[in-house]
C-alpha cells in the first residue's frame, strides 16, 4: 500500500491487527522517503495507538462492510442486535463497545461495522433523542452568565445541560462530543 493512500476514517491491517485510521499527516523532508504520521485504533481493543508508518512498514488496507442494525436487549455483559436485512441475531460483549453503552436504548436503529463476516464494532447516529431522568431545579439567579448543570439520561448517560431543562424533557444529544445540542 502507498502511505500518500492513508486518509482518517480508513481501515487498515497493520501488525496482523485491524486499525482505523483517527488522524493523519503525511510529510516529505528534502531527498527522504514520505511517511506518515498517523493515530490508529485497534478495532478489536480499542486502544489508540500513534506511529509513523512507511511505504516499507506491512500495512495494507482492509475492507470493511458496514450493515443496518437494530438494538434489541441486554442479557447480562451481552448486547443482542438483529440485522435489519435478514434478521440475524449478532452478539456483541460490553468489553468490545465501552464507549457506546450509554447510547443503547431499546429499538435503537444504528450501523454495524463487519470485518470478514464478524461485528466488531458500531457506528452509532450523529445525534439522538434522550429523555432526561434526573436533574437538579436550575434557578436563574444562581449564576453571572449563562449556567448550565449535570442531567443523567434515561440511559445512565451524564450531560450537561442549561438550567431551564427539567426532569422528564426530551433533549437533543450529539454522539461525538456528548454535549446538549437543544429541547425537542
Not at 506491512?58 to 434489541?72: C, D, G, H, M, P
Not at 436487549?73 to 468489553?95: Q, R, T, V, W
Not at 426532569?167 to 456528548?178: A, H, L, M, Y
Request: hydrophobic letters at 40%; glycine letters at 6%; proline letters at 3%.
Amino acid at each position: 500500500m502507498v502511505i500518500g493512500e492513508i486518509r482518517p476514517s480508513m481501515a487498515l491491517i497493520y501488525n496482523k491487527e485491524l486499525y482505523i485510521v483517527i488522524s493523519c499527516e503525511h510529510a516529505k523532508i528534502a531527498r527522504g522517503a514520505a511517511f506518515c504520521r498517523a493515530k490508529l485504533r485497534n478495532m478489536r481493543t480499542s486502544q489508540t495507538l500513534e506511529c509513523t508508518l512507511r511505504d516499507s512498514d506491512n500495512a495494507e488496507r482492509a475492507f470493511i462492510e458496514k450493515r443496518a442494525l437494530q438494538y434489541v436487549y441486554k442479557d447480562g455483559d451481552l448486547y443482542h442486535f438483529m440485522a435489519m436485512d435478514n434478521y440475524e441475531d449478532l452478539i456483541l460483549h460490553k468489553s468490545k463497545i465501552p464507549d457506546k453503552l450509554y447510547w443503547l436504548k431499546d429499538n435503537l436503529e444504528l450501523g454495524g461495522v463487519f470485518y470478514k463476516n464478524e461485528l466488531i464494532d458500531l457506528e452509532l447516529p450523529l445525534t439522538m433523542i434522550l429523555k432526561v431522568a434526573q436533574t437538579d431545579p436550575g434557578f436563574r439567579g444562581d449564576t453571572v452568565k449563562a449556567g448550565t448543570k449535570q442531567a443523567k439520561m434515561e440511559t445512565g448517560l451524564k450531560v450537561n445541560v442549561p438550567l431551564f431543562i427539567n426532569t422528564g424533557d426530551s433533549i437533543k444529544v450529539d454522539t461525538r462530543t456528548q454535549t446538549y445540542m437543544g429541547r425537542v
